[in-house]
């Protein structure tokens, strides 16, 4: 007998984004001791207490607040077992997901980028990534609304892989860290290619399962 079944990509990917999800979020609230009072020592507080105090204050602490819940209810929202198993909380959570990253998230994303650590070039990457998840968030948004809903989990998907630069940008700040490896160069390439990197997989293996390539067959 034969039997046919799809290459589970997205499987693999929400378990893997899940460990590191969870790890970088407990990472974020370990340092909650330096950002509640704000310590200007910390290594990300470091030299912002001149233009910390305003503006630059609220949208730090709006995307503290819901900067690892979008991450960590991303992991469940594009996963197809919690979808199907609790349709009800997936659009609830969803509601949630939406109003969080298109009110809090990339607005405050989009405040913080001018302030960027290492110039313009980081903080066109940054600015960039806030204004393409907000596109990304609102266009999911529109196609559940509209019952869409293929193209809705397409979209979704993207805002995902767009959240994920957080992971990608810490976990390789981490290993420059660790190796002890300094390149100015380093955090603005990191700005860009934390989600233009995983956006061009995500697209590659989109068109990919569209053409049929990605249909694994087993034997009898």
Same mark, same amino acid.
């Given at each position: 007998m034969q039997r046919t079944s799809s290459f589970s990509?997205?499987?693999a990917v929400v378990f893997l984004a899940g460990v590191l999800v969870w790890k970088v979020s407990i990472s974020?609230?370990?340092q909650y001791?330096?950002?509640?009072?704000p310590d200007f020592d910390s290594d990300f507080l470091f030299g912002r207490e001149e233009y910390?105090?305003?503006v630059y204050s609220w949208a730090f602490y709006a995307h503290l607040a819901f900067g690892p819940p979008s991450l960590i209810l991303g992991t469940l929202l594009v996963s197809d077992r919690f979808r199907k198993r609790t349709p009800k909380w997936h659009r609830w959570l969803g509601?949630?997901?939406? @109003?969080? %990253?298109?009110?809090?998230?990339?607005p405050s994303g989009l405040c913080m980028s001018w302030h960027a650590e290492t110039g313009a070039i980081a903080a066109a990457g940054l600015g960039s990534l806030a204004i393409v998840t907000a596109v990304c968030t609102a266009i999911g948004w529109?196609?559940?609304v509209r019952r869409d809903f293929a193209s809705h989990r397409r979209w979704m998907w993207r805002t995902f892989?767009?959240?994920c630069s957080a992971v990608v940008i810490r976990s390789v700040g981490g290993l @420059?860290? %660790?190796t002890h490896f300094e390149a100015e160069w380093l955090y603005p390439l990191t700005c860009w290619a934390s989600w233009l990197m995983p956006l061009l997989a995500f697209e590659s293996i989109e068109r990919l399962g569209k053409s049929g390539l990605l249909v694994a067959t087993t034997g009898r």
């Open positions: 990509w997205p499987q974020v609230l370990l001791r330096h950002y509640i009072p910390f105090w305003g509601r949630v997901q939406v @109003a969080g %990253v298109l009110l809090l998230v990339a529109r196609t559940a892989t767009l959240l @420059a860290s %660790v």
